[in-house]
């Protein structure tokens, strides 16, 4: 059984452009999270997808947008990056939309210059 | 609103000692209470879980249990191991959005030989 993956797991960009991360989840999970986690801080929901729907979001602004393809893998757009967008992406995957148990990607680390 | 704190670290122990790591939480409702584990460089993996008051979630000889009375769920371990070393998350599932998960912002577990 393949676990979430997540591409790329390092990338590096300048304040204003704009950026896609990948997210594969794990077998049989319809149901993908995406998080955004600051240095030294927990994960902060920023919004989760469900049957290629968007279902319930974070407090992050429109220019954070995702997608989810009809294999369940998904992907997360930020636009307009900004110095604070620094951060630990990661990607969770659950078996439904009322599963409780996430299992984690290793994240995407992104540095905004 | 819905939170989580969680002591401050980093905490050094001696393997064998016993370890402690405070957790409490602020929710509407009953929520489902979690404890996440990050190792260097991997995304988290879900530890242990509790749904309802008074259950005790338990894996790896760690252990919680729902508090409902303090609004805790103290994570426990009577014998740490140096490959314990990690970051520890307590995390909440709100009761009314189950696409919403809150993260504490992590406690930093070292343990020495």
């Known amino acids: 059984e393949t676990g979430v993956t997540q591409s790329p797991t390092h990338l590096i960009k300048t304040r204003g452009q704009q950026v896609t991360l990948r997210c594969s989840s794990q077998s049989g999970h319809n149901t993908v999270s995406w998080y955004q986690q600051a240095l030294g801080q927990g994960p902060q929901f920023i919004f989760q997808?469900?049957?290629?729907?968007?279902?319930g979001r974070g407090n992050f602004p429109p220019r954070f947008s995702g997608l989810q393809f009809p294999n369940y893998s998904s992907e997360l757009n930020v636009n307009a990056l900004e110095l604070d967008d620094s951060a630990l992406y990661l990607c969770?995957?659950?078996?439904?939309?009322?599963?409780?148990?996430?299992?984690f990607g290793p994240g995407t680390r992104l540095l905004v210059l | 609103g819905n939170s989580v704190t969680q002591m401050e670290g980093p905490v050094t122990l001696s393997e064998e000692a016993f370890l402690t790591i405070n957790c409490t939480y602020t929710?509407?409702?009953?929520?489902?209470l979690f404890w996440y584990v990050q190792y260097p460089g991997e995304g988290l993996q879900l530890l242990l879980k509790?749904?309802?008051?008074?259950d005790k979630g338990s894996n790896k000889g760690f252990e919680a249990t729902y508090r409902k009375e303090t609004t805790s769920f103290h994570l426990e371990k009577g014998s740490v191991q140096v490959s314990d070393s990690a970051v520890y998350f307590c995390a909440l599932r709100d009761p009314y959005n189950f696409n919403k998960f809150y993260f504490g912002s992590g406690t930093k577990l070292n343990v020495k030989p």
């Open positions: 509790a749904t309802k008051a008074d």
């Open positions: 997808y469900y049957r290629e729907e968007e279902n």
């Open positions: 969770a995957s659950s078996e439904s939309i009322l599963g409780e148990t996430q299992y």
């Open positions: 929710a509407t409702g009953y929520p489902s």
